[in-house]
């Protein structure tokens, strides 16, 4: 379904993780000292990498029977943001708990930062997702932050 991959490659930006990335955050935040480059970075993408499931499933779910060559509707669109807002801001939630690298902080604290503003835009405004990627400046600064995981 294009316009499924589309809307979870989307969403995807953002994507949280499920049980085994919280452990792996329980574990880190934990820890008083930085976490080192290698392992935040490990954690981060692991945490993206299994929310992309929990993404594509509420997706299956909000856009069940959406023909390929089909935008969905706005009351689609609506069912899709109401199921991954909670996910997405687990997501934002997991990766501020961290404890990352001393020199990721700034870069850190402004993904964290256009990831929220970026969320609560798309929910106020689920119409947003019709027209682009309504996570454009997380997916950026993701990149920036070389998390292939986060960045769709």
């Not at 049980?19 to 820890?31: C, P, Q």
């Not at 402004?110 to 997916?139: I, W």
Request: glycine letters at 6%.
């Amino acid at each position: 379904m294009a316009v499924l991959r589309r809307m979870t490659t989307m969403v995807g930006v953002l994507a949280l993780a499920g049980g085994l990335a919280f452990a792996g955050v329980a574990v880190a935040t934990a820890a008083t000292r930085p976490m080192p480059e290698r392992q935040w970075r490990k954690t981060v993408n692991n945490i993206c990498a299994q929310s992309q499931t929990l993404i594509e499933e509420a997706a299956n779910t909000a856009l069940d029977g959406l023909p390929p060559d089909e935008q969905p509707s706005l009351e689609q669109m609506t069912a899709l943001v109401t199921a991954i807002e909670p996910i997405i801001q687990q997501q934002i939630d997991s990766i501020d708990a961290l404890n990352e690298p001393t020199k990721f902080r700034r870069s850190v604290k402004q993904l964290l930062k256009t990831a929220q503003a970026e969320l609560d835009a798309f929910v106020a405004d689920p119409s947003r997702g019709l027209e682009g990627n309504p996570f454009s400046g997380a997916n950026l600064a993701s990149k920036k932050l070389k998390l292939p995981d986060c960045a769709n």
